[in-house]
């Protein structure tokens, strides 16, 4: 494509965007969705086979079983005819168990977050369809996704599979997912219900929440989805409700069945499995997803059975449980349809994945319009790219919503394409590849390139490294290997298909049985310094950790996981033997052993690796450093929102050579800016692009698609000024999490108490520019609307996200948000054109619920409105009359 003019480029992208509409429906398929909650057919059929399952048969469809072709599983019942439910992980690509199919490849999509930042319900409709295909053509018919989480912090692991931190953008989003999913006869999962924020204690933790902000936050995103597009499934969360497991607690009975009306099955989450299979039943748990407790279900089943036959859970509660498992399986075409197992289009999906991701990519800085860039033979002749995975695509969030790519375009690789040959592209890594290790905390991991194997050649890097399956270094060590350095977090994070890290650091992640046991560890080699200077090196570790510099005990840690070192001056180019001894008993199936070796010293002090990446930057006309870091489900969150393995300095020391730097951010979430954003010109939000990652990325860099995301979630300026800085809000102490900023969340937050942030919600730049004109606000007592007109005022034609906030409403004794966002629309304007537009404001966005009342409650009287580009921008401003 690099001899493509800039017209057929454009073209390309604007055909794509059209397609992203209408890929993959059926004929007819956008015309109207089947209304399987309340068809009297769909519902007569149900009853008919009400009355012909037996006890055990219908304690069956409540039972998930352990199948490996499929993410979970439930038995058919071939005498009724009622297929199997074969289900599907999905929120970011259909995750393909089966290994004979397809590869267990399938399209891997940007992630949830990036299509937030498209605020577009035009491309979660094709998000959300192509998943469905692809799940459908690889023998699946539930699919687990969307997530509808609110993204309450940064540093939760999964803030990436679900879309923002505003309820009313991930309920939109959701909605139109939802739609494109069961337009195929496919189910939808919405989960995980509910005030699932945190990875920490996943399993224990208790999120302390008010009943307001449940009403006006954690639920709000499924009575939008409900209400929208009627989801066939819900799943219950691994955590505590004020104190209540989520898959045993009355909520799915008062609040998504009850007050949202939700007609569909709740199933558990795979190990969130209930305590007490009567409570769990009749607080409206439909279904029991099984867990690490072996073939069968620990609590439904033969237990269920029995529960039913002493009285513990009526009949009339288990024919309920069958009735809505059965109700969205036969509304939504199940049972004529069974899935065929068929090629995918990869190429065509391919490109549906990269137009998502050029639309989602958020320009956070452009200063002296570093950007687009412009091959020129006088103004740019050559371009050093820069970063530990740039030359792959492994950036994509950890855990059960990993894809298995069906092919991969590297950033380097796009942005060398898209250069052409007149322009000279080199690449150089600066740091090593980014791992499951990066998410242990503490300072970085001693580089691969000051250390050297004890029994390597001469060129090799790293440390030589020996484990025993074993805390006693008994007997030979099962694996001899050179590691890059020590920096292991094992377990959950190694378990097969679930790791996201760089393909060019070898761990233990193939090895399930040693990642997850007991373990010992020695590594061995030298130290060799950069520069002369005082270090501090030390241990992160969970265990019995020594280090041995030079034959001597330098540091020796026990107990819980912490860090220790000692500081000390080391002479460049001296060498100094290194030996670490590392046991551990593993902590639980999802936790083994955890140690780093880590080093702290003077930002003047550059590895020879990052020494490299900036004498390439230097010889360059422009230098683009690629940045990422490792989220993932698991056992613990991101332990700050810095870049690991000292990315932050890598980009100081290029912008200090090339002052025509331009970073781009590959996190599924926002990461810290604050400590190298002032050095450099050019920024840009990747999230996590997905497997058409270079192309995107380029498509962006050069102009070929005009940025248009905005962020979906506020970019703090670090860690102690958020909403949820306190340690007991996260992650929480003693197992309970105090979501004592109730509904003030996300920018709600920031705007109460005053906190400045790096970039505000809804935050996003262009290469042309937008200006607002004549509001017009109707109120009244129906849902108000605002009209106003949008010009682009550019030489270039782009996409404005238009947001309408609301500001508090006129009551006394209530505080509500400073703004929240009531509505949002999409214009796509040439250079010089306008819009005259209107978005309805809906009647809920102008109410609060009243805990004591147990109802929404909408004030009379006058409500600022606020139409812009973001949530701090007031381009317009005007006053909603509220009857």
Same mark, same amino acid.
């Not at 094992?490 to 040693?514: D, H, I, M, Q």
């Not at 700050?640 to 890598?650: A, I, R, Y």
């Given at each position: 494509?690099?001899?493509?003019?800039?017209?057929?480029?454009?073209?390309?992208?604007?055909?794509?965007?059209?397609?992203?509409?209408?890929?993959?429906?059926?004929?007819?398929?956008?015309?109207?969705?089947?209304?399987?909650?309340?068809?009297?057919?769909?519902?007569?059929?149900?009853?008919?086979?009400?009355?012909?399952?037996?006890?055990?048969?219908?304690?069956?469809?409540?039972?998930?079983?352990?199948?490996?072709?499929?993410?979970?599983?439930?038995?058919?019942?071939?005498?009724?005819?009622?297929?199997?439910?074969?289900?599907?992980?999905?929120?970011?690509?259909?995750?393909?168990?089966?290994?004979?199919?397809?590869?267990?490849?399938?399209?891997?999509?940007?992630?949830?977050? +990036?299509?937030?930042?498209?605020?577009?319900?035009?491309?979660?409709?094709?998000?959300?369809?192509?998943?469905?295909?692809?799940?459908?053509? /690889?023998?699946? !018919?539930?699919?687990?996704?969307?997530?509808?989480?609110?993204?309450?912090? @940064?540093?939760?692991?999964?803030?990436?599979?679900?879309?923002?931190?505003?309820?009313?953008? =991930?309920?939109?989003?959701?909605?139109?997912?939802?739609?494109?999913?069961?337009?195929?006869?496919?189910?939808?999962?919405?989960?995980?219900?509910?005030?699932? !924020?945190?990875?920490?204690?996943?399993?224990?933790?208790?999120?302390?929440?008010?009943?307001? +902000?449940?009403?006006?936050?954690?639920?709000?995103?499924?009575?939008?989805?409900?209400?929208?597009?009627?989801?066939?499934?819900?799943?219950?969360?691994?955590?505590?409700?004020?104190?209540?497991?989520?898959?045993? =607690?009355?909520?799915?009975?008062?609040? &998504?069945?009850?007050?949202?009306?939700?007609?569909?099955?709740?199933?558990?989450?795979?190990?969130?499995?209930?305590?007490?299979?009567?409570?769990?039943? =009749?607080?409206?748990?439909?279904?029991?997803?099984?867990?690490?407790?072996?073939?069968?279900?620990?609590?439904?089943?033969?237990?269920?059975?029995?529960?039913?036959?002493?009285?513990?859970?009526?009949?009339?509660?288990? =024919?309920?449980?069958?009735?809505?498992?059965?109700?969205?399986?036969?509304?939504?075409?199940?049972?004529?349809?069974?899935?065929?197992?068929?090629?995918?289009?990869?190429?065509?999906?391919?490109?549906? @994945?990269?137009?998502?991701?050029?639309?989602?990519?958020?320009?956070?800085?452009?200063?002296?319009?570093?950007?687009?860039?412009?091959?020129?033979?006088?103004?740019?002749?050559?371009?050093?790219?820069?970063?530990?995975? +740039?030359?792959?695509?492994?950036?994509?969030?950890?855990?059960?919503?990993?894809?298995?790519?069906?092919?991969?375009?590297?950033?380097?690789?796009?942005?060398? +394409?898209?250069?052409?040959?007149?322009?000279?592209?080199?690449?150089?890594?600066?740091?090593?590849?980014?791992?499951?290790?990066?998410?242990?905390?503490?300072?970085?991991?001693?580089?691969?390139?000051?250390?050297?194997?004890?029994?390597?050649?001469?060129?090799?890097?790293?440390?030589?490294?020996?484990?025993?399956?074993? /805390?006693?270094?008994?007997?030979?060590?099962?694996?001899?290997?050179?590691?890059?350095?020590?920096?292991?977090?094992?377990?959950?994070?190694?378990?097969?298909?679930?790791?996201? @890290?760089?393909?060019?650091?070898?761990?233990?992640?193939?090895?399930?049985?040693?990642?997850?046991?007991?373990?010992?560890?020695?590594?061995?080699?030298?130290?060799?310094?950069?520069?002369?200077?005082?270090?501090?090196?030390?241990?992160?570790?969970?265990?019995?950790?020594?280090?041995?510099?030079?034959?001597?005990?330098?540091?020796?840690?026990?107990?819980?996981?912490?860090?220790?070192?000692?500081?000390?001056?080391?002479?460049?180019?001296?060498?100094?033997?290194?030996?670490?001894?590392?046991?551990?008993?593993?902590?639980?199936?999802?936790?083994?052993?955890?140690?780093?070796?880590?080093?702290?010293?003077?930002?003047?002090?550059?590895?020879?690796?990052?020494?490299?990446?900036?004498?390439?930057?230097?010889?360059?006309?422009?230098?683009?450093?690629?940045?990422?870091?490792?989220?993932?489900?698991?056992?613990?969150?991101?332990?700050?929102?810095?870049?690991?393995?000292?990315?932050?300095?890598?980009?100081?020391?290029?912008?200090?050579?090339?002052?025509?730097?331009?970073?781009?951010?590959?996190?599924?979430?926002?990461?810290?800016?604050?400590?190298?954003?002032?050095?450099?010109?050019?920024?840009?939000?990747?999230?996590?692009?997905?497997?058409?990652?270079?192309?995107?990325?380029?498509?962006?860099?050069?102009?070929?698609?005009?940025?248009?995301?905005?962020?979906?979630?506020?970019?703090?300026?670090?860690?102690?000024?958020?909403?949820?800085?306190?340690?007991?809000?996260?992650?929480?102490?003693?197992?309970?999490?105090? %979501?004592?900023?109730?509904?003030?969340?996300? %920018? #709600?937050?920031?705007? #109460?108490?005053?906190?400045?942030?790096?970039?505000?919600?809804?935050?996003?730049?262009?290469? /042309?520019?937008?200006? %607002?004109?004549?509001?017009?606000?109707?109120?009244?007592?129906?849902?108000?609307?605002?009209?106003?007109?949008?010009?682009?005022?550019?030489?270039?034609?782009?996409?404005?996200?238009?947001?309408?906030?609301?500001?508090?409403?006129?009551?006394?004794?209530?505080?509500?948000?400073?703004?929240?966002?009531?509505?949002?629309?999409? &214009?796509?304007?040439?250079?010089?054109?306008?819009?005259?537009?209107?978005?309805?404001?809906?009647?809920?966005?102008?109410? %609060?619920?009243?805990?004591?009342?147990?109802?929404?409650?909408?004030?009379?009287?006058?409500?600022?409105?606020?139409?812009?580009?973001?949530?701090?921008?007031?381009?317009?401003?005007?006053?909603?009359?509220?009857?």
């Amino acid at each position: 494509m690099s001899g493509m003019s800039l017209r057929k480029r454009a073209a390309l992208a604007g055909a794509l965007s059209a397609a992203l509409i209408v890929v993959g429906a059926p004929p007819g398929a956008l015309a109207q969705e089947p209304d399987w909650a309340t068809d009297p057919a769909v519902q007569q059929r149900v009853e008919t086979l009400i009355g012909q399952l037996t006890t055990e048969e219908k304690a069956d469809l409540a039972t998930g079983r352990i199948n490996n072709f499929y993410g979970f599983y439930n038995n058919p019942i071939e005498r009724l005819g009622i297929p199997a439910q074969t289900m599907a992980d999905g929120p970011v690509g259909a995750r393909i168990a089966n290994p004979n199919v397809n590869g267990q490849r399938s399209t891997q999509l940007p992630s949830a977050s +990036a299509l937030g930042a498209t605020f577009s319900t035009e491309l979660a409709d094709a998000y959300g369809g192509l998943i469905a295909d692809e799940a459908f053509a /690889t023998g699946h !018919n539930v699919l687990l996704a969307p997530s509808l989480d609110i993204a309450r912090d @940064a540093r939760w692991g999964r803030a990436f599979e679900g879309f923002s931190e505003d309820p009313l953008l =991930n309920g939109t989003l959701g909605s139109a997912y939802v739609s494109a999913v069961q337009r195929r006869p496919v189910i939808a999962t919405i989960k995980h219900f509910i005030a699932y !924020n945190q990875e920490t204690e996943r399993f224990r933790v208790s999120a302390q929440v008010d009943d307001r +902000a449940l009403h006006e936050i954690y639920g709000r995103p499924y009575e939008i989805a409900v209400a929208a597009s009627r989801p066939g499934a819900a799943m219950c969360s691994f955590n505590r409700i004020n104190e209540v497991y989520a898959c045993e =607690n009355p909520l799915m009975n008062t609040l &998504l069945k009850g007050e949202y009306g939700f007609r569909g099955f709740i199933m558990s989450d795979y190990n969130a499995t209930p305590r007490n299979t009567a409570r769990a039943a =009749n607080n409206g748990l439909d279904q029991e997803q099984p867990g690490d407790q072996g073939p069968g279900s620990a609590n439904f089943g033969a237990r269920l059975v029995a529960a039913v036959q002493a009285g513990d859970v009526p009949v009339s509660r288990l =024919n309920d449980m069958a009735r809505r498992i059965l109700r969205p399986m036969i509304g939504l075409g199940l049972f004529e349809n069974p899935p065929l197992i068929r090629p995918l289009p990869q190429r065509e999906h391919g490109q549906i @994945a990269r137009s998502i991701a050029a639309q989602g990519m958020v320009l956070l800085k452009n200063e002296r319009r570093a950007l687009p860039l412009r091959p020129d033979p006088d103004a740019l002749t050559s371009i050093a790219v820069i970063g530990p995975d +740039a030359d792959n695509a492994s950036a994509q969030g950890g855990g059960s919503s990993v894809v298995r790519p069906t092919y991969t375009v590297s950033p380097l690789d796009g942005i060398r +394409a898209r250069a052409g040959s007149d322009v000279r592209v080199t690449y150089a890594a600066g740091t090593d590849g980014i791992t499951e290790g990066d998410l242990l905390p503490g300072p970085a991991p001693v580089p691969s390139t000051v250390l050297r194997p004890s029994d390597g050649a001469p060129g090799d890097r790293g440390l030589s490294a020996q484990y025993w399956p074993n /805390t006693t270094f008994s007997g030979d060590p099962q694996i001899s290997q050179t590691d890059v350095g020590v920096n292991v977090n094992w377990g959950f994070y190694n378990f097969p298909g679930f790791n996201a @890290a760089s393909p060019k650091v070898p761990t233990l992640r193939e090895t399930r049985g040693l990642a997850t046991s007991d373990l010992s560890a020695r590594w061995t080699g030298s130290l060799i310094a950069p520069a002369t200077a005082e270090y501090t090196l030390g241990l992160t570790a969970r265990g019995d950790a020594t280090l041995r510099l030079d034959g001597d005990v330098f540091v020796q840690h026990t107990g819980a996981l912490s860090s220790i070192g000692r500081t000390i001056r080391l002479t460049a180019g001296q060498p100094h033997t290194v030996r670490i001894d590392y046991s551990a008993a593993r902590e639980s199936t999802y936790q083994g052993g955890q140690v780093r070796f880590f080093w702290q010293h003077p930002d003047d002090v550059v590895s020879p690796a990052m020494s490299d990446a900036v004498a390439d930057a230097r010889a360059a006309d422009v230098a683009v450093v690629v940045v990422r870091d490792y989220e993932s489900e698991g056992p613990g969150d991101r332990p700050s929102l810095d870049l690991p393995k000292e990315q932050d300095q890598l980009i100081r020391r290029v912008a200090r050579v090339n002052p025509r730097t331009v970073v781009v951010i590959e996190t599924g979430a926002p990461t810290k800016t604050s400590t190298w954003e002032e050095d450099v010109r050019g920024i840009v939000h990747a999230w996590y692009p997905g497997q058409e990652q270079g192309n995107a990325i380029a498509d962006v860099l050069f102009g070929d698609v005009n940025p248009s995301g905005k962020m979906p979630a506020t970019v703090p300026v670090d860690e102690t000024q958020t909403p949820t800085s306190t340690l007991e809000q996260f992650p929480g102490v003693n197992l309970l999490a105090q %979501y004592s900023e109730g509904i003030f969340v996300g %920018y #709600r937050g920031y705007q #109460r108490r005053g906190i400045q942030a790096a970039y505000p919600f809804g935050f996003g730049l262009s290469y /042309t520019t937008f200006a %607002y004109r004549r509001l017009r606000v109707r109120g009244g007592a129906g849902d108000p609307q605002v009209t106003f007109t949008v010009r682009n005022t550019g030489r270039r034609a782009g996409t404005e996200v238009v947001q309408v906030y609301v500001g508090r409403l006129p009551t006394r004794f209530v505080a509500t948000p400073p703004k929240q966002l009531a509505g949002f629309t999409r &214009l796509t304007l040439a250079p010089g054109a306008r819009a005259r537009t209107s978005v309805t404001i809906p009647r809920s966005a102008l109410s %609060y619920w009243d805990s004591g009342a147990q109802h929404w409650v909408t004030p009379s009287g006058r409500v600022p409105v606020y139409v812009g580009g973001d949530s701090d921008d007031a381009a317009l401003a005007g006053v909603i009359n509220v009857r």
